[in-house]
């Protein structure tokens, strides 16, 4: 079955970086779009970050735009979020996520809180 296992938050102080990892089993990896998502307190969950399969292309959202970098690792089935010069609205539980044609799959999530 498909498993999607987010590593990688924690407590960082604005500014800083944060390296996220999601290693992906039960499927083809290589042929998937993944996906990262987050939901802060109160709000609703939101797309951060696209990586397509074919060709690697990648979109972001405006407000990670310039900061957040989405890649990925076919050997390794790991799709990776790369966070520089975060800020406390980045305080969320980071999700991965990828779709097949009947259904979208979600991991557990990784907490990631800024703060001083």
């Known amino acids: 079955q498909v498993q999607l296992v987010e590593s990688g938050g924690g407590l960082v102080q604005p500014g800083g970086s944060l390296t996220l990892s999601c290693a992906s089993s039960g499927f083809t990896f290589s042929i998937y779009t993944m996906r990262w998502y987050r939901q802060a307190p109160g709000k609703e969950r939101e797309l951060v970050a696209t990586i397509f399969a074919t060709g690697g292309s990648t979109t972001y959202a405006d407000s990670v735009k310039g900061r957040f970098t989405i890649s990925r690792d076919n050997a390794k089935n790991t799709v990776y979020l790369q966070m520089n010069s975060l800020k406390p609205e980045d305080t969320a539980i980071y999700y991965c996520?990828?779709?097949?044609?009947?259904?979208?799959?979600w991991g557990q999530g990784t907490q990631v809180t800024v703060s001083s």
């Open positions: 996520s990828t779709n097949s044609a009947f259904r979208t799959y």
